[in-house]
């Protein structure tokens, strides 16, 4: 069955070689951006261009027809035609050793009773062929490893290990815009479109077998088949980490989703109830969503819900002490005698003693990565949160650009400091593998100020910093919410 | 569940009650009868063989043709300042799921219930009571011990495993599940069952 699941989903996310059908000489048209972004990307394999009239696109030739596409060149087809040549085109690719179809077009299911017949029709037919049908009326598929980019709109993301699937294509472009944003990759990335064969759940299997894979995300409207979803999503969830996106939580957003995919809602706690139950987190917001599934590709999981949090910036260490204590899975831990003791060793007496343990600017050289270190090798630190970083090249930053720099000392206080920042993200990022418990940064900079050293050298390293304390929180809760579900629901006698 | 005496005649009615022990309560039942309280065939507190006489008549006499066969049930009273409610939906999408929520009077304005889907293991059903928002709730209160965790447990496992049992069963709804002494006690209950 798995090794199945993995056979049939290869040909989709690692061709052999790539029919792009519509390819248009048109920049404006679906069929050249489809094009465009494959050989922009310099997908690897083999890749042809069909087109009705065997123009040139791109600078290159194309073909008038799929016959003239050798015989199992290609496994992969990305079709841009009209819907009415679909059945004729994927029966001729069929005969060439195709054995999976993007199907961009649109004017299928979304398009009324005569589209939804039209795609039944496809479904039974690529059945009968053995051929793997996504979409139809999807954006299309991303697959880093194999440096496939076959899809109408933008972006193409770092190489990583989040794994995406969503019912709503523009959903898959954001998840990869904050991709790029973070510099945390992608393995696999599809729009599942219309769902005709393929939906969400069959998707989630195959992320759960694929190696590239270490966490899916997933947005979803409606469920056709609850239960095959729910069997799917505990099934993925006992291998890896499932973050999933729900719309149409309200009555006004069951009404959008049923036009924008005419799915049909249950009450929004059923579906819940149903997240906790397969042990998938959910997320209520797009980018909790994304930095969640961040999260579990860059931090090892908590194995309990005591939080710390090393601050020196005092503002954010109480809000975000509010946020720990109100949160209704994590602990805001007291801080242990022995952790308090050795920061009284490093630190003088004006820091807060406590958690939030706020340096109050008693920082010297090596204080912050020293405390860092001590908190995270607590036994009783669950996690660490650090906030603060940054700050210092932040001015930095301002003296460089400024009239004075690189006289009155500048130059080397700048260096200093960015050294510093850096170090310190490092130290954060080392901590959090050597000790395996999530060692979160977070620092409005990460937003504002993303070329700041210190969020570049986590970028560097393939982690990121939070934009916020909140955010942090909230995604550190995702990793609580699995880590603890792992635990609980083992079967007997076998480690979580 | 409360221990029950099934009967037919108002003297069954006091006979029932004198060996429960008082006070009791009587309710009018019937295969037609779906919600007692809204038509008053819900007597609680009934302290004594009077009172259980005059209840028993009344409700008798409150049968309606359409309700069919009726009889009285009688009970022991339950009391506890805690209300949960539990039973079994069907959910268009996820098909049957069990349901346990915060009761009482309040319970539809602060809608705090938690779902599962059958079937349940004990580990889920767990996680039901740790769902709610106001699971403090379900602590020791008042000076009345905290709620017999696994006891609750027991009533829902037992929900999904009764759904499970028979495809008849369309919806379960247990109101109230009082919390006595600690123990989640079902006074009432409404088996909805689809027509073969």
Redesign the interface.
Known sequence: MSRDVVARFKPLFDPAGVIIAGASTHPGKFGFVAAHNLLRHDYPGRVFLTNREGAEVLGRSSLRSIDEVPEGAADLVFVCTPAAVVPDLLRACARKGVRAAFVSSAGFAEAGEDGRRAQEELAALCDELGMLLVGPNGQGVVSTPAALCAQIVAPYPPRGRIAVVSQSGNFVSSFLNYACATGVGVSRAVSAGNSAMAGVAEFLEYFAEDPETDAMLTYVE??AD??RF?DAVRKAAGRKPVVILKGGVTSGGQRAAASHTGA????D??????C??AGATRAVTVEEAFEAAAAFVTQPLPAGPNVFVLTTVGGWGVVTADRITSSPTLDLLPIPDDLRAAFDERLPPRWSRNNPADLAGSETRDTVTECLELAARHPEVHALLFLGLGIQSNQGALERTGPFYPGHGLERIVAYHERQDRRMAGAAFELARSCAKPVLVASELAATHPDNPGMVELRTRGSFAFSSSFRAIAALEHLYRYADHRR??APKGEPS | MAPEHLVTTADEAVRAAATIGYPVVAKLCGAGIAHKTERGLVRLGLGDDAAVLGAATALLAAARPEDGEVALLISPMVRGTRELIAGC?D?????H?VMLGIGGVLAEAIGD?????VPL?R??AA??VT?LRHRRLLDAFRGEPAVDRERLVDVLVGLSELVQSDSRIVSIDVNPLIVCDGVPTAVDALIEVRES
């Open positions: 409606g469920l609850g239960r729910f049909l809602a249950s009450d706690r059923v579906f819940a109830g149903m906790r139950q609980r629901h | 939906v959910d268009p999408t996820f098909g799921c219930v938690a779902f599962r889907l293991t580990v889920d996680d039901m769902d």
